[in-house]
């Protein structure tokens, strides 16, 4: 079999594909319209304490590794419900799993964005 051909006509379908997938995300899941508000929220403090270079590329990479982390959890929720909707204890591991690994990025955007926040706001 041949690899298919690099075509820039399917790269933008591909991220066509991707942007529709982000969209959906955020109008389908409660959860992703919560890390939009976190996002905006952390976006506004940034601005308005004048963050450093540094610290904005800190902040960057939480926020992505939390969406990115909900959004893999999200798959992982709906493909187990794809393979059964019973209760199953490895199912439920996987979930839990999936679920704590969003429960990690975002205990370490906080613990981020104290540490970046903090002094600019009260010291």
């Known amino acids: 079999m041949q690899p298919e051909k690099f075509s820039i006509r399917s790269r ?10 982000i969209r959906r995300f955020i109008y389908r899941e409660h959860n992703a319209r919560i890390h939009a ?3 905006i929220a952390v976006i506004i403090v940034a601005r308005v304490v004048g963050v450093s270079y540094m ?5 960057t990479i939480v926020v992505a590794a939390v969406w990115v982390t909900e959004m893999l959890n999200t798959c992982v929720e ?3 419900d794809l393979v059964t909707l019973e ?6 591991f996987i979930k839990d799993l999936a679920a704590g690994a969003v429960l990690v990025a ?3 955007a906080v613990i981020t964005g104290l540490f970046i926040f903090i002094p600019k706001l009260f010291l």
Not at 55 to 59: H, K
Not at 87 to 92: F, L, M, N, T, W
């Open 12 to 21: 933008i379908k591909s991220f066509a594909f991707a942007i529709d997938g």
């Open 37 to 39: 508000a976190a996002t």
């Open 55 to 59: 610290e904005a590329v800190a902040l």
């Open 78 to 80: 709906k493909l187990c």
């Open 87 to 92: 209760r199953h204890p490895e199912i439920k």
């Open 106 to 108: 975002a205990i370490a």
